[in-house]
């Protein structure tokens, strides 16, 4: 185990009702006038927003709203929301939705007590120093930024898609209903089920030994997730399983499930380039990637991979052929993941192959030419699982 | 699953070496001058109070010092270290020890801002509204209350241990070096063990129904302290399974295990009457009540006793005869905790048949007249579990 830190402060409110919390909490964290920050119209029909705002109005909370939110939020937004926190004083931001619309709060957040341009601090010109308190009510469990330390803002001008890690990004409350997951349509339930699998396997996959006490985490919350994703599928407003898929999308991603070890992170660098390329969901990129990548790495991983296969999928352990259940451990989790009605497949995706040559040049590698540490990846072997993705 | 909050704010730091940053800490949390709060003569002799006062030095940290705690930390200390820190203007407790230490720090820093007896705190009297900030280095892993809301101090001229639960209790940091508990004695290790443990199946035996996510996380942390507690004990300096144990006890009871579900704690409450009457090892007190909770609880809940058998211990299900794997799990906890050299018995423990009707009429219950919540336990049943402590 390395040495590790880990810091969690978050409070979180977690079950049905816990909306009409809102206005407490922010004055709990420090809030006087607040920014309502969200997204499209599903926040507003179902009566959320209202009810937050009640609650505001009931805790004497003065607040202003913003919407508009897209997937992969946009900088012209952020700009937006931090020269309304400026105008009208606002001193705590309350992201109310995804993960886009909580990482668009947070990029406000910070850019409301820089006197610079925020892109200065998420394109990493200049520390990220300070930020006002925010907090979140979280709509959709995929992205853990709930509980986590990083945000992504995409620069409309730059075309560049930037992430910040910071404890500043780190709400001071996250507000979990899972009953405003009811209505999620089935594909964004799909992705999220995905996008919380990867952030697990991302990290369970490492080369650092003696990580027992966060493998059987890793695995904990897999098996969870596996359980309870095709119920939330099978029976929308089932709130057993939807809250089972929301707590564990957060501790998917709080940082917990890796202590003590080395992260890989190849799949999501590799998924990025076809979302940045065909505007793909996020979940859907990591279910074509993630079993081609294990393909990939297998050869000199059979145990770790077999592990995966008995521990978390169920599978017998083939002793004399431990590259067998590995492999089956891999099928099991493509076959999970079509069920689910996620893509496997390039064309699945609606990528292309002749695309892969520039998703291969523009995939972002460390200073020594490679991605990931599982298996460190040089740019043919970036390609060559890009490929293989092009094959049923 | 029920509506739940969870607060975990403590930073913290863990491995190798990390006591050098305890200065850094400090100062970081908001300290200009700290009391460095400790025990015995071990944190002493292992170098270990000097690395830390060099660190703090070196942070530019003043500070003063006061030693001397005892296990079941006593109200006369506290008030010392009260006194202490209104005469030095101390701004910043650093608990340094196991749990007593640790706890004696928390009530200090809680006392030092209040302007009557702290014991107005612990016992009840008044809310717990403010403490100075506080954080500790850990060399026993067993309590958990490096990371968790709840201090416990005796009070020697009342005889009344008395605990509270405040977020003004959670440490502003957590230094955790595993290297610290190489010399620890067996015995130690061992308590430190089943406490760990037991702190994991007071949450996990619950009648709360669809927990999958925390009784999934609990039979991990269980499965790890299973495979480690003996490495530690057959060799010491195990740096592996050392950090495995610590990092342990810290998940076991900083809250996140029992999230959203009703918990038990009767056998905590037994075990408390035996430490009290007899000053045993708060560890070994649980190694005895324990299984013998188990087995008298059992029916009714044969099912969740077997999948704790199949699923912590790898026992094969008896499908035809559930309660026959239940029992198969309650022998091999006790094998487990007898392999450690801690006690089964009345008699292995030094406690005596005769003081039964005294433990159960002092054994503490709630308003209705019963302990725990898995099985709600009246007098009558009290004794019983007592009484089958005694047999072989």
Chains 1, 2 share one sequence.
Not at 175 to 183: A, K, M, R, Y
Request: proline letters at 5%.
């Amino acid at each position: 185990m390395q040495n590790f830190e880990i810091y969690n402060p978050t409070y979180f409110v977690f079950g049905r009702g816990t909306q009409s919390r809102a206005g407490e909490l922010v004055r709990r964290f420090g809030g006087h006038k607040a920014l309502i920050h969200y997204g499209g119209g599903s926040v507003v029909r179902s009566g959320l927003l209202a009810e937050i705002e009640k609650s505001l109005d009931a805790a004497g909370i003065p607040y202003v709203t913003l919407g508009g939110v897209k997937p992969n939020p946009r900088s012209g937004l952020v700009y937006e929301g931090i020269e309304l926190c400026k105008r009208e004083k606002v001193d705590f931001v309350l992201g109310v939705g995804g993960g886009s619309a909580i990482d668009s709060g947070k990029a406000i957040a910070a850019g409301a007590v820089y006197d610079g341009d925020f892109w200065d601090i998420w394109s990493g010109k200049v520390p990220y120093a300070n930020a006002l308190p925010h907090g979140c009510v979280l709509t959709l469990p995929a992205t853990g930024t709930e509980g986590s330390n990083s945000a992504v803002v995409t620069n409309e001008q730059l075309l560049l898609k930037r992430g910040t890690r910071s404890d500043f990004n780190r709400p001071c409350f996250a507000i979990l209903n899972p009953e405003t997951t009811f209505t999620l349509p089935a594909w964004h339930t799909a992705c999220g089920v995905a996008d919380i699998m990867a952030h697990i396997i991302e990290r369970y996959f490492t080369n650092t030994p003696d990580v027992d006490v966060s493998d059987r985490l890793c695995e904990s919350v897999l098996q969870t997730v596996i359980k309870y994703g095709p119920v939330c599928l099978a029976e929308p407003d089932n709130y057993e399983a939807r809250a089972a898929v929301m707590w564990a999308g957060t501790l998917a991603h709080n940082g917990q499930l890796g202590v003590g070890r080395q992260e890989d992170w190849a799949s999501h660098a590799l998924g990025h380039e076809l979302s940045a390329l065909y505007d793909s969901t996020h979940g859907a990129t990591l279910s074509v990637i993630i079993p081609h990548w294990m393909r990939y790495t297998l050869p000199g991983h059979e145990m770790r991979m077999a592990e995966f296969a008995v521990r978390v999928w169920g599978c017998q352990m083939d002793f004399e052929h431990p590259e067998r259940t590995a492999l089956e451990g891999i099928d099991r989790l493509s076959v999970f993941w079509k069920s689910l009605g996620l893509p496997l497949t390039f064309a699945e995706l609606g990528a292309k192959e002749e695309d892969i040559p520039e998703l291969t040049r523009k995939c972002k590698c460390g200073a020594d030419g490679t991605v990931g540490n599982f298996k460190k990846l040089a740019k043919p072997d970036v390609e060559a699982i890009f490929r293989a993705c092009c094959e049923e």
